[in-house]
């Protein structure tokens, strides 16, 4: 019997939709398989059970009420009261939780989740978003862009510091320690900042222009409160986190902390949920839930022009849903679009085998409420990371103001050579 099947239930506002993609086991059907989700997610298991209550059910029992067979997307509506306002980890364990191990479905993503008002407010957002990042670092109509210290470990702090600082004096808005940078037997999180602040105010004096240094302060919990503590003393504005590897706990602690910093949401081992796009929970799931928590800018992709594998149009569509919906009017929305009852939006963050040649149509696709970053595409340019970083620079310009990079590259001898090397995409 599929109790948990009514093709002709109108779902609720005040209820949590999830869009799954389903691809049932030998022997079901859609419905069926759809049965078993709804179930496993909410207040069922395999059985009846005797302890079962009709009030239990009346109240908290999800309807699988939207069948597509051509694509085997089932949208779910589950009441609100099934989950704890506040409580990202509560509310992953149940409708991505044990769903995708069930014998009854051969595969299962989830695509896309849809948060009622309810929960929505449960939350603070993030703190800065995008206006509060452009004042900030004092960009104007131009993407940001930064640099990733390279090679992703293994220098010493000053080294550190000096790759970072050539890119500032270069030209660049932020640079970024790599995901698996924290603090190591040879290159220690304290003295590391110390070393890169102090070579970051010089660059702020040197240039004129506004240098931001985005540490990683991924750890135990209690030890990024205290490393957030360190780079706030030394007038830090940023922190970046592996959001996954730190964990949904983790990042509601460090928001409830009220910091007072920028949220750098970096997504390291995202790609094991996010990339097989019958199997796991996709990226916008994943950039919806940053957004609830608190993540002033995040990795979303390069719209697949760089280095990583993207599934489909997804990072054009999770940039409409954490920017703003009017301004990327252009792109087809999500499925279901959320509306964010006035939380700020993400900035996106586009990073990932990028190089100067790559910008024009990067900014084409993602437009310029982006920060761009290139570590082996600034590095890696003939002349080192200073002249790398003008590239960028010169490239950046030259997309705003429509002007071909070979064009602009004849009397900017920088970007010049990084297209020699690297080409215009
Ligand atoms: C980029 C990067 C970033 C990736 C993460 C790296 O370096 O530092 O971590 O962009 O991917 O380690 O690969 P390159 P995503 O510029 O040298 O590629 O942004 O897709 O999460
Ligand atoms: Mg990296």
Same mark, same amino acid.
């Given at each position: 019997?599929?109790?948990?099947?009514?093709?002709?239930?109108?779902?609720?506002?005040?209820?949590?939709?999830?869009?799954?993609?389903?691809?049932?086991?030998?022997?079901?059907?859609?419905?069926?398989?759809?049965?078993?989700?709804?179930?496993?997610?909410?207040?069922?298991?395999?059985?009846?059970?005797?302890?079962?209550?009709?009030?239990?059910?009346?109240?908290?029992?999800?309807?699988?009420?939207?069948?597509?067979?051509?694509?085997?997307?089932?949208?779910?509506?589950?009441?609100?009261?099934?989950?704890?306002?506040?409580?990202?980890?509560?509310?992953?364990?149940?409708?991505?939780?044990? =769903?995708?191990?069930?014998?009854? =479905?051969?595969?299962?993503?989830?695509?896309?989740?849809?948060?009622?008002?309810?929960?929505?407010?449960?939350?603070?957002?993030?703190?800065?978003?995008?206006?509060?990042?452009?004042?900030?670092?004092?960009?104007?109509?131009?993407?940001?862009?930064?640099?990733?210290?390279?090679?992703?470990?293994?220098?010493?702090?000053?080294?550190?510091?000096?790759?970072?600082?050539?890119?500032?004096?270069?030209?660049?808005?932020?640079?970024?320690?790599?995901?698996?940078?924290?603090?190591?037997?040879?290159?220690?999180?304290?003295?590391?900042?110390?070393?890169?602040?102090?070579?970051?105010?010089?660059?702020?004096?040197?240039?004129?222009?506004?240098?931001?240094?985005?540490?990683?302060?991924?750890?135990?919990?209690?030890?990024?409160?205290?490393?957030?503590?360190?780079?706030?003393?030394?007038?830090?504005?940023?922190?970046?986190?592996?959001?996954?590897?730190?964990?949904?706990?983790?990042?509601?602690?460090?928001?409830?902390?009220?910091?007072?910093? =920028?949220?750098?949401?970096?997504?390291?081992?995202?790609?094991?949920?996010?990339?097989?796009?019958?199997?796991?929970?996709?990226?916008?799931?994943?950039?919806?839930?940053?957004?609830?928590?608190?993540?002033?800018?995040?990795?979303?992709?390069?719209?697949?022009?760089?280095?990583?594998?993207?599934?489909?149009?997804?990072?054009?569509?999770?940039?409409?849903?954490?920017?703003?919906?009017?301004?990327?009017?252009?792109?087809?929305?999500?499925?279901?679009?959320?509306?964010?009852?006035?939380?700020?939006?993400?900035?996106?963050?586009?990073?990932?085998?990028?190089?100067?040649?790559?910008?024009?149509?990067?900014?084409?696709?993602?437009?310029?409420?982006?920060?761009?970053?290139?570590?082996?595409?600034?590095?890696?340019?003939?002349?080192?990371?200073?002249?790398?970083?003008?590239?960028?620079?010169?490239?950046?310009?030259?997309?705003?103001?429509?002007?071909?990079?070979?064009?602009?590259?004849?009397?900017?001898?920088?970007?010049?050579?990084?297209?020699?090397?690297?080409?215009?995409?």
């Amino acid at each position: 019997m599929l109790s948990y099947v009514n093709k002709k239930y109108k779902p609720k506002k005040t209820e949590l939709i999830c869009l799954y993609k389903i691809i049932p086991a030998k022997g079901l059907t859609l419905e069926q398989a759809a049965d078993h989700v709804a179930k496993e997610s909410s207040i069922g298991t395999w059985t009846t059970i005797s302890t079962m209550n009709p009030k239990v059910a009346k109240s908290l029992k999800p309807t699988a009420y939207k069948f597509d067979k051509k694509t085997g997307e089932v949208k779910i509506a589950y009441p609100p009261h099934l989950f704890e306002a506040g409580n990202i980890p509560e509310i992953l364990s149940s409708i991505a939780g044990n =769903v995708f191990g069930m014998k009854a =479905v051969q595969k299962l993503r989830l695509q896309d989740i849809d948060f009622p008002e309810s929960i929505v407010k449960s939350f603070k957002g993030p703190k800065f978003g995008i206006e509060g990042i452009r004042k900030l670092t004092k960009v104007k109509n131009r993407p940001l862009v930064g640099t990733i210290v390279k090679p992703k470990v293994g220098l010493n702090e000053k080294q550190h510091a000096k790759v970072a600082y050539d890119a500032w004096i270069g030209g660049l808005d932020v640079v970024k320690d790599d995901e698996n940078l924290s603090s190591m037997t040879f290159n220690n999180f304290d003295k590391r900042m110390k070393e890169t602040f102090k070579l970051r105010d010089q660059a702020e004096k040197i240039t004129g222009e506004k240098k931001i240094y985005m540490p990683n302060i991924t750890a135990e919990t209690d030890e990024m409160l205290r490393r957030a503590k360190v780079v706030k003393k030394l007038g830090g504005e940023y922190i970046m986190v592996d959001i996954l590897t730190i964990g949904f706990a983790g990042l509601q602690t460090l928001v409830k902390a009220n910091l007072g910093m =920028v949220f750098h949401a970096h997504r390291a081992m995202h790609a094991a949920l996010t990339r097989m796009p019958d199997h796991g929970i996709s990226m916008m799931v994943i950039a919806k839930v940053m957004r609830l928590i608190g993540m002033d800018q995040l990795h979303i992709g390069t719209a697949n022009i760089g280095k990583m594998a993207e599934v489909g149009e997804e990072c054009c569509q999770i940039l409409r849903a954490i920017e703003d919906p009017k301004a990327k009017a252009n792109i087809k929305a999500s499925v279901l679009d959320q509306n964010w009852y006035g939380l700020k939006p993400i900035l996106a963050v586009a990073s990932g085998g990028l190089q100067p040649g790559m910008i024009p149509k990067l900014v084409k696709k993602m437009g310029i409420d982006i920060v761009a970053q290139f570590g082996g595409g600034c590095h890696g340019h003939p002349d080192g990371t200073e002249a790398g970083a003008r590239a960028i620079r010169q490239a950046t310009q030259a997309a705003i103001e429509g002007i071909s990079l070979k064009k602009y590259a004849k009397n900017h001898e920088e970007l010049r050579k990084a297209i020699d090397l690297w080409g215009v995409a």
